[in-house]
Nanobody, 125 residues
């Protein structure tokens, strides 16, 4: 059975950068749309970015991260990345990646059947 594993989270100061990785085992990521979600304490899960399967390759970033975060994929490594720059305290959350297919309700997680366990990102001075 396929599995997604996120890594790269940590504790950083405001203005810093992190790169999150979403590595797949047991299945090939490039056939799927991959999305990143985050959930802060006491808040609902938020869809922040997606990248379509390799046959399309288009990307999307929510207004809350546009211009600061960039999603990309490395098919040779079967991994999707989320480069996060200019981090702010409000970016503090557990970040999850998920594999599936983007639809109009993607930000609610619908259409994404495989999820990782999450990686904690804390932005604090």
């Amino acid at each position: 059975q396929g599995q997604l594993v996120e890594s790269g989270g940590g504790l950083v100061q405001p203005g810093s950068s992190l790169r999150l990785s979403c590595a797949a085992s047991g299945f090939t990521l490039d056939y799927y749309d991959i999305a990143w979600f985050r959930q802060a304490p006491g808040k609902e899960r938020e869809g922040i970015s997606w990248i379509k399967s390799s046959s399309d390759g288009s990307t999307y970033h929510s207004d809350s991260v546009k211009g600061r975060f960039t999603i990309s994929r490395d098919n040779a490594r079967n991994t999707v990345y989320l480069q996060m720059n200019s981090l702010k305290p409000e970016d503090t959350a557990v970040y999850y990646c998920a594999a599936g297919y983007v639809s109009s309700s993607w930000s609610h997680g619908r259409g994404f059947g495989s999820w990782g366990q999450g990686t904690q990102v804390t932005v604090s001075s």
